[in-house]
């Protein structure tokens, strides 16, 4: 199974709806992240949290929340979706105590907002 | 602030053969992390290489290795012996302090696209 799963992996949802994608984790990480991918930006972070009652905005925050139910999960938030939040999303764990505090990914959920 | 630049939005090998990507990077900071790392097709991230910037020494894995150039900024990823499951997406990434905080900030360069042709 995999250790870091995002779900959906695809979806496609209309202008003003609200939607959540979800991020769960088994490698018992502390850190989560999530980050959006634009063709020809690369990744690029929208919120970061260091345990469950820690949350950080990152580069782009605007437009989107998020939530750490657990230390297993985090969900990002699109309150009201517009057609440039098209992207492909990443969910990504650390852990700080395992020597280089490298950065593990999920699979991506590819949304599409109309 | 952080960047990282990939001058290269695309390039192509033969199977079998050797191919360098690179990357450059400005940052005040001493110390960091470097990380290269793949999307193929089906999107996924993975993991390819990582250097400490205080260890002289370049780094290694299998077929994939850098070549650490501290002073120059300079971080390229070499591939010998080419396979077709190379083709992907190559992303350079940097990490350091996130500001006032004790974990890392982690910033991506634009990507490489890399094709292995039979």
């Known amino acids: 199974d995999a250790d870091v799963t995002q779900t959906p992996r695809n979806r496609i949802t209309k202008t003003g709806k609200r939607i959540m994608l979800e991020c769960s984790q088994t490698k018992g990480h502390d850190r989560m992240y999530w980050y959006r991918q634009d063709p020809g930006l690369g990744l690029r972070l929208i919120y970061y949290s260091f345990d469950v009652k820690d949350i950080n905005k990152g580069e782009i925050s605007d437009g989107y929340s998020v939530s750490r139910q657990a230390q297993a999960k985090f969900s990002l938030s699109l309150e009201s979706a517009i057609p440039n939040q098209t992207a492909l999303y990443f969910c990504?764990?650390?852990?700080?105590?395992?020597?280089?505090?490298?950065?593990?990914f999920g699979p991506g959920t590819r949304l599409l907002v109309l | 602030a952080q960047t990282v630049t990939q001058s290269q939005p695309e390039m192509s090998v033969q199977e079998a053969e050797t191919v360098t990507l690179s990357c450059t990077y400005d940052?005040?900071?001493?110390?960091?992390?470097l990380f290269w790392y793949k999307q193929p097709p089906s999107r996924q991230m993975i993991l390819v290489i990582r250097q400490e910037a205080y260890k002289q020494q370049n780094a290694t894995e299998n077929r994939f290795s850098v070549n650490f150039q501290k002073a120059a900024k300079s971080f390229s990823l070499k591939i010998s012996d080419s396979q077709l499951g190379d083709t992907a997406m190559y992303f350079c990434?940097?990490?350091?302090?996130?500001?006032?905080?004790?974990?890392?900030?982690?910033?991506f360069g634009k990507g490489t696209k890399l094709s292995v042709i039979p």
């Open positions: 940052t005040s900071e001493s110390n960091y992390y």
């Open positions: 990434a940097f990490m350091t302090h996130f500001s006032g905080a004790g974990s890392y900030q982690l910033t």
């Open positions: 990504a764990t650390s852990d700080a105590g395992q020597g280089i505090e490298t950065q593990y």
